[in-house]
């Protein structure tokens, strides 16, 4: 017998060891010899991160689907992996050498660091996959890989150098985004914008030739910058081509305060004349958008910044190219040099405004880009890094998209694909670490590149070169982890050898992933996909939303507003957990979680425990000699269509990605149809003396509730598992664990007849219930009720049912009549009226009071709102979900008015 209360935490970990037991989560099981394969990769969770919600709905997802899959027969690889995280790891091994006042990694060296990251991630680098095996996640763990493992790495190198020879990957000077804290270019999803409260300066750049007086402003132009320290580094000031303020000074030059480098004006589409003054200056080695001005324009790209945010002046040669050398500026290079850039912004802008070259300040508010990691302010740093030719590599993965050989769901996704792909850029794969691939690159004593597998193959290229042997120095960079990461569809299943999961299940089914890394990852594997194995990765790509707080802001620890999912598993269970992330995973929509919904669904999970309970206390177990087509008890014909309908319903919804819809049909059909009605009505039957329908309502009630336990277990895989097993016919086991037992089929049970005798025995009671409800008549109150109008089959049903419909409804009656009963409130029930004599049971004048004091106070409520929503000002200006939030309660109290006048009816048809 199971407990009599439902705890998850008693049988959770047992359930899990026994799928591992029984390498249930295997690809290439035997029992799938021949079946279709349905193939995911997950996407690599950093090997430093812990189980996050973001994770918790990815994986999720992931699982119902593999599950879903598996059960109808198909041969599942669900591809387990880690990401080596090149910062993060870095960080957090540096940290604990600090911690431990251990040598840091300057002094252990590059070998030794690296060898302590190793140790490392083997003692603490699986933590997360204990966490996704909490959350119920059925990877082939056998298959576990690491995307610094030597096939990975292995297939790295192949790929860069294959790349590189086709002139794929190349060496460049460009802008990166530059963390002078970790001294290393990080991506843009590494990049956090915030708003910053700060300030514009507006300078003085005087027109050369012109005597410049700050009282006459056709001496000068006026720019503005929130940066001023990169002011040294302007190469020209840009003005619109229509703007008429001007359009005389192109072509002409300015003179830089301080340096006294002459700049061009130019004429540039780039500057806005509604913004400012008009002009713009322009500083190509320091601002992304300038240095596209700059290419268009041949202007030089000055530096004027260290790798740690100094300012370097000296030694630097573009700095003082064709700048004469003054005593001053002498003086001034002297006093600026190696000073920090804010130290140096207040420098800058004194000398500015005592030489009046400062025309104001202004407060401004503004994003400005941070490390995620370190928290350091990132500067856009020119430097030479290795990229990709993204732009070429593209173009097929946009053909794939736009042909349907990959599918985004929702497809208006492809529209965010679509753009990004073909407004590309160079892909920067180096980065300044020592943890990560190390760039198969080595330099000869000429700087002379040769790019190769292995330091041997480097050398051979070397001596060809050179005509002997030469020493070469291997490049210290490593690759950007997204690099690996492109080829993980193939790289896990074995490529560059010919492995035979590579051969059975590339490409894979679908990818489940967030919108966020559509740019970083979907289209970098898109790409990396279609060059190397001339296939696309993946057939479908569902894009999943944020998870947010109750109130839709997005979590953050500063908001003090994160929900940790392992806490809430600790809590309610980890069903509990997934159900909740499935039934709100609407396509397009934002899920806001709150732990009461968790707490909900637990109680489902409870409800669907008490239901077995109550079924294996009453004998129904399940019966292999059963046939659901033989029933003959209409209840029995109708609760086997509806199982029918309800795996249509899901099976239907999972195969097109909405998991909410899914969830949705079996949680109805569980609570409402199994739970709430198919065992209320049968409970007179179990405790009847008819054995023939004993038997074979105990058999219907086992069968459907098997079904429903195969339809709910991608959602929630231990409770339906742990119930499945438990609910074996006594001293016997079933032939398989739920997991790996066939998803239900249908059987033809539907039958019209059945379906619409019990559709009318519910909603005979539920507008009875409904109606005592309003009318405020006391729950223990049985009322009579009389049938007006009665067709011939209504008599037969409400004979047929007449006990069940007056114990459900709480009636003491029922009679037929012509004419309804003085003082009754009367129902439209088909082609009859069902009439309740309500006087004297409640007092009818003192509830139309009751209703009409309750519809004024719900108008009252509705005003308000309407108003409130009304207040431009308001809708602006608030939190979008203080918006949302007052929209929800108009509509909720809208609805409640329309059920209250819908009585207040009811009621004056009685008076």
């Known amino acids: 017998m199971l407990d009599k209360i439902y705890q998850p935490k008693n049988f959770e970990g047992g359930v899990y060891r026994a799928w591992e037991d029984a390498r249930a989560f295997a690809a290439g099981r035997g029992d799938r010899e021949g079946a279709r394969p349905f193939a995911i990769v997950i996407p690599p969770p950093n090997v430093t991160g812990s189980l996050h919600m973001g994770h918790a709905l990815n994986n999720t997802l992931q699982d119902v689907l593999v599950r879903f899959e598996r059960m109808r027969g198909r041969d599942v690889l669900w591809q387990p992996g880690t990401d080596h995280a090149g910062i993060a790891t870095q960080m957090v ?10 040598p840091n990694r300057r002094a252990l060296g590059r070998e030794k660091f690296i060898k302590r990251i190793w140790q490392w991630k083997e003692e603490s680098g699986n933590t997360i996959v204990g966490q996704l095996k909490r959350l119920g996640c059925s990877c082939d763990w056998s298959r576990l890989r690491f995307t610094m493992d030597d096939g990975l790495s292995k297939a790295v190198h192949k790929v860069f150098v294959e790349l590189h020879r086709a002139g794929l990957i190349y060496k460049d000077k460009r802008l990166v985004n530059w963390d002078p804290e970790l001294l290393t270019a990080i991506s843009d999803l590494e990049v956090e914008q915030i708003e910053t409260s700060g300030h514009l300066w507006h300078l003085r750049y005087p027109i050369e030739g012109v005597t ?22 302007d190469t020209a000031v840009a003005v619109h081509p229509d703007d008429e303020r001007y359009k ?40 992304f958008n300038d240095f596209e001005v700059g290419k268009r324009h ?107 050989r990959t599918t985004f769901v929702p497809k208006t996704w492809e529209n965010t694909y679509f753009h990004w792909m073909e407004n590309i850029q160079p892909w920067c794969i180096s980065r300044q670490l020592w943890w990560g691939h190390r760039i198969p690159a080595w330099y000869g004593p000429d700087g002379e590149i040769f790019v190769a597998e292995t330091e041997a193959d480097a050398k051979a290229q070397a001596k060809e070169h050179y005509g002997k042997d030469e020493t070469l120095k291997r490049d210290e960079d490593v690759l950007d982890t997204w690099f690996s990461s492109a080829l993980w569809p193939f790289s896990t299943l074995g490529w560059p050898d010919k492995t035979p999961e590579l051969a059975r299940y590339y490409p894979t089914d679908v990818l489940v992933t ?11 594997m898109m790409m990396m996909g279609l060059h190397v194995m001339d296939e696309v990765p993946f057939r479908d790509v569902y894009i999943h939303a944020l998870v947010r707080d109750e109130k839709g802001q997005k979590m953050s620890k500063s908001k003090g507003n994160v929900i940790d999912p392992l806490e809430l598993i600790d809590t309610y269970g980890a069903d509990a957990l997934r159900f909740t992330l499935a039934a709100m995973a609407a396509q397009g929509r934002d899920i806001k979680l709150a732990g009461a919904r968790v707490e909900g669904y637990r109680n489902f999970a409870t409800k669907l425990w008490n239901a077995s309970r109550f079924a294996m206390m009453n004998d129904c177990v399940p019966r292999a000699d059963f046939d659901p087509a033989t029933a003959q008890l209409t209840v029995n014909r109708w609760i086997a269509g509806e199982a029918e309908r309800a795996t249509a319903a899901v099976t239907e919804a999972l195969e097109a990605f909405r998991f909410n819809d899914a969830a949705g049909a079996i949680y109805h059909f569980i609570w409402h149809i199994y739970c709430d009605w198919y065992l209320e009505l049968i409970k007179p039957v179990l405790m009847g003396e008819d054995e023939a329908a004993k038997a074979e309502t105990r058999a219907m009630a086992a069968y459907v509730l098997d079904r429903a336990l195969q339809l709910l277990h991608p959602f929630m895989p231990f409770v339906t598992e742990e119930l499945w097993e438990k609910r074996a016919p006594e001293g016997e086991r079933r032939e398989s664990l739920l997991m790996l037992a066939p998803w239900p089929t249908h059987l033809g049970l539907q039958n019209a007849q059945a379906d619409a005798e019990m559709e009318w025995v519910l909603k005979f009671v539920t507008e009875v219930r409904s109606v005592r409800a309003e009318m405020n008549v006391p729950a223990a109150a049985k009322v009579p009720l009389v049938v007006v109008g009665a067709s ?55 509830e139309s009071e009751r209703l009409k004091r309750e519809i004024d106070k719900v108008g ?17 200006r608030a939190p979008e979900h203080v918006v949302e939030e007052q929209r929800e309660r108009k509509s909720e109290a809208e609805a409640t008015a329309t059920k209250l006048a819908q009585a207040l009816k009811r009621l004056e048809a009685v008076l």
């Open 93 to 102: 091994v540096e940290r604990q050498l600090m911690e431990r006042q251990e």
């Open 212 to 233: 410049f007086d700050p009282e006459d402003p056709s001496t000068f132009i006026v720019v503005a910058t929130t940066r001023p320290e990169t002011m040294l580094g």
């Open 248 to 287: 005389n000074l192109v072509g002409k030059n300015v003179v830089l305060p301080i340096v006294g480098r002459r700049i061009p004006i130019i004429a540039d589409e780039y500057s806005d004349p509604e913004k400012g003054s008009g002009a713009v200056k322009i500083t190509p080695a320091h601002d």
């Open 298 to 404: 041949g202007l030089p790209m000055i530096n004027v910044l260290s790798q740690d945010a100094q300012l370097l002046l000296h030694p630097n040669p573009e700095f003082t190219q064709g700048v004469e050398l003054t005593p001053q500026l002498h003086a001034t290079i002297l006093e600026f040099n190696g000073v920090f850039r804010f130290a140096a912004r207040t420098m800058i802008v004194d000398r500015l405004e005592s030489e009046g070259l400062l025309e104001k300040i202004e407060d401004y508010v503004h994003s400005v880009p941070h490390g995620d990691r370190s928290g350091a302010v990132i500067e856009p740093y020119l430097t030479d890094q290795w990229y990709v030719d993204a732009a070429t590599l593209a173009k097929p993965a946009i053909e794939a998209v736009k042909r349907g």
């Open 514 to 524: 967030g919108f966020d890394i559509i740019f970083f990852w979907i289209a970098r």
């Open 792 to 846: 011939g089959e209504t008599k037969a049903r409400v004979a047929a049912h007449e006990e069940t419909l007056k114990r459900l409804a709480r009636i003491e009656t029922i009679d037929f009549a012509d004419a309804p009963p003085a003082g009754s409130v009367q129902i439209v029930l088909d082609e009859a009226t069902l009439a309740l004599p309500l006087q004297g049971v409640i007092d009818i004048d003192a």
């Open 860 to 876: 009252s409520e509705i005003a308000q709102l309407t108003a409130k929503l009304a207040n431009e000002k308001f809708v602006s």
